[in-house]
């Protein structure tokens, strides 16, 4: 389980299971039956987004937010993410990852990621799993998130 305070999909549905149990009278087991367990997928470890970085990436924002709608779509990303010469799915993995709520669109901060994304990829890294998104963009943690208190 992960330590975002987050529920992915395949939490989610464990926690259902579980409370569905205790409401048909079952107790918690101490440790998840196997037909329950997640497999195991390691987390891409990216170092965190440095300021000076951070501002660059939101300055080249800026440029590609041509209609300053506050987001920039696959067809305004798409030169910058070319520039990289990463293989086409390498640059969609990217894309997805830094498009945290799904939106097909990328806001300043999941610009940002993704530019990190490119520039770790780049310099040789692989990206085979999940990033903690959070860590490389805390301004989008919810209000009320246990994340978003420990920034205050």
Known sequence: MGKDN???VAEFTIAMHLIQGLLQGKSLP???PDFLQLPSVQQVLV???EDRERAAYQAVFSVE?????????????????LESRLPLGELALIWDLA???????LD?????VACH???????????????????????????GTLLSKNRR
């Open 65 to 81: 937010d041509t209609a300053n709608r506050g987001f920039v779509d696959g067809k305004c990303a798409y030169p910058v993410f």
């Open 6 to 8: 987050m529920l992915d």
């Open 47 to 49: 170092p965190v987004i």
């Open 99 to 105: 498009d945290h709520d799904a939106s097909g669109t």
């Open 117 to 143: 994304l490119l520039k770790y990829a780049k310099e040789g890294n692989k990206i085979e799993g999940p990033v903690d998104f959070l860590s490389l963009a805390p301004a989008k943690a919810l209000p």
């Open 30 to 32: 101490k440790v998840l």
């Open 108 to 112: 300043k901060e999941e610009f940002a």
